[in-house]
């Protein structure tokens, strides 16, 4: 939320106004839905657009949130037929012998989310996620000061 605030003053600050700041903002927002890794699974992102991935701030925020909960989480998940988590789950330890009849195999949250995010959130993104979000955070407000302290907007 600091990021998404810190950048809405830089907007207000940065162009002459509301209208356009709001363009901005909607871009990003866009930018964000789009490739934090919900909308688009993050192995499905094209290598031309994969650098959007990686500088999207949601994308930090959802696999920490995830990963942080997830992590190591031995929970049984029953699969659906001929998702790509059974794909997974089958021949496993946990149902070794493929069947149409699934009811008897299970896999892991963690499994699950392995598999539904490609292998891209790991455990060990957590802290440059967070020194990345920070960092964000202190770019944004440094734009929004120059622009306060350089940029007059008012018509003399």
């Not at 363009?23 to 990003?28: E, K």
Request: aromatic residues 22%; charged residues 10%; contains cysteine.
């Amino acid at each position: 939320m600091v990021v998404w605030t810190f950048f809405g003053q830089a907007f207000m600050s940065l162009f002459k106004d509301i209208a356009t700041a709001q363009g901005f903002g909607a871009v990003m927002s866009t930018f964000n839905s789009v490739f934090a890794g919900v909308l688009i699974a993050p192995q499905d992102i094209s290598s031309f657009w994969l650098f959007m991935y990686y500088i999207t701030p949601s994308h930090y925020v959802l696999e920490g949130l995830i990963v942080s909960q997830y992590y190591m989480d031995e929970t049984p998940i029953s699969p659906t037929n001929g998702s790509p988590f059974a794909q997974e789950v089958i021949g496993s330890t946990t149902c070794p012998v493929y069947s149409e009849d699934l009811e008897s195999c299970y896999g892991t949250a963690w499994q699950w989310v392995y598999v539904s995010f490609g292998g891209m959130f790991k455990w060990e993104h957590i802290p440059w996620g967070f020194v990345y979000l920070l960092f964000l955070c202190v770019f944004s407000k440094v734009i929004g000061f120059y622009a306060i302290k350089k940029l007059n907007y008012l018509d003399k």
